[in-house]
Nanobody, 119 residues
Framework: EVQLVESGGGLVQPGGSLRLSCAAS????????MSWVRQAPGKGLEWVSA????????SYVDSVKGRFTISRDNAKNTLYLQMNSLKPEDTAVYYC????????????WGQGTQVTVSS
């Protein structure tokens, strides 16, 4: 059974940092690209960042470039999102997602972790 379990969310002041983790199990983690996707209150899903299976290629939505860093540890079956210089508009539920085809076609999602940026 595929499982994706996010952790690391919380309440942080503007300008602060958080590191999200996504523990994966039930599939060969090192064979799949992965993404982080978020959903702000009252809004639709927004793709945030992606990383290829080996970790050597990453991409980001423009609004987080230079502030967020996606990474993965294939030995630990874990995906990460380091978020720095957080802004109130980063407030959302953050989901990790398994990319079935490496073309952002997701077949499994985690339960999400809440990130709230507020003073």
């Amino acid at each position: 059974e595929v499982q994706l379990v996010e952790s690391g969310g919380g309440l942080v002041q503007p300008g602060g940092s958080l590191r999200l983790s996504c523990a994966a199990s039930g599939f060969t983690f090192s064979s799949y690209a992965m993404s982080w996707v978020r959903q702000a209150p009252g809004k639709g899903l927004e793709w945030v960042s992606a990383i290829n299976s080996g970790g050597g290629s990453t991409s980001y939505v423009d609004s987080v470039k230079g502030r967020f860093t996606i990474s993965r540890d294939n030995a630990k079956n874990t995906l990460y999102l380091q978020m720095n210089s957080l802004k109130p508009e980063d407030t959302a539920v953050y989901y990790c997602a398994k990319d079935r085809t490496s073309r952002r076609e997701y077949d499994y999602w985690g339960q999400g972790t809440q990130v709230t940026v507020s003073s």
